[in-house]
C-alpha cells in the first residue's frame, strides 16, 4: 500500500462503511430532506513501514431523501453476494438525536474491519459526528487506525444536480475547491 493509494482508498472504505451503517436505520432521521454538505476530516495511524499520513480533509455534498436509507440497505443488499466482504451490524441505537452502531467487516484474505459510528442530530439543520475503524490482517502492520470526525449541514429542499443515494465531491472543508 503506497502513501498516494492510502488516504483515497481509506475515505471510500469510510463511505461505504458510513452508507451501510447509515442503511440500517430504517426510520430516516428527524432532519430536513434535500441538499447537505459534509466537511469530512480523515486520521489515518499505524500505516505500514512507519508511514505519516497527515490528516486529510474533504467536503461532500449529498440528497437526502426519505427514502434513501431504505434504498441504501436495499442496494447493499442486492450487491453482498457479488462482495468478496462480508460485514455485520450490531449495537445499533436510534433516537430523535443520536444514532450509533457497530459495524464488523471480514474480507476473504482475511483482512479485518472493525468501524464504530457515532451520530448527534443537533437539530434538523445540522448533525456532527465520528467514526473510528481500527483495521488487521495479514499485510496490515497491528494498530492500523482511521478515526474521521463529521460535520453536516443543511443546505437547500432542491437537490439540484445531486441525485439521491449519489455524492458529490466539491473540495475542502465550506466546499473551497482542492488544493
Do not use: I
Not at 66 to 90: A, E, G, I, K, Y
Not at 116 to 144: I, K, L, R, W, Y
Not at 146 to 157: A, D, G, Q, Y
Amino acid at each position: 500500500m503506497n502513501l498516494r493509494s492510502a488516504v483515497p482508498s481509506a475515505l471510500a472504505a469510510l463511505f461505504s462503511l458510513a452508507t451501510f451503517a447509515s442503511a440500517q436505520t430504517v426510520t430516516p432521521p428527524p432532519m430536513k430532506m434535500g441538499l447537505w454538505q459534509s466537511d469530512v476530516t480523515v486520521q489515518m495511524s499505524g500505516m505500514p513501514n512507519g508511514v505519516s499520513v497527515p490528516p486529510h480533509a474533504v467536503t461532500s455534498q449529498f440528497c437526502m431523501t426519505p427514502n434513501t436509507w431504505q434504498d441504501s440497505l436495499r442496494n447493499l443488499q442486492n450487491r453482498r453476494p457479488n462482495m468478496p466482504v462480508n460485514c455485520t451490524t450490531s449495537n445499533v441505537q436510534q433516537d430523535g438525536h443520536h444514532y450509533s452502531a457497530d459495524v464488523q467487516c471480514t474480507a476473504q484474505q482475511g483482512f479485518t474491519t472493525n468501524v464504530h459510528v457515532d451520530m448527534q442530530f443537533d437539530s434538523d439543520e445540522s448533525m456532527h459526528g465520528t467514526t473510528t475503524m481500527n483495521m488487521s490482517g495479514p499485510n496490515a502492520p497491528p494498530g492500523m487506525q482511521m478515526n474521521s470526525t463529521v460535520k453536516s449541514k443543511f443546505l437547500n429542499s432542491d437537490c439540484g444536480d445531486v441525485k439521491p443515494g449519489q455524492g458529490k465531491m466539491v473540495g475542502a472543508p465550506g466546499g473551497a475547491p482542492p488544493s
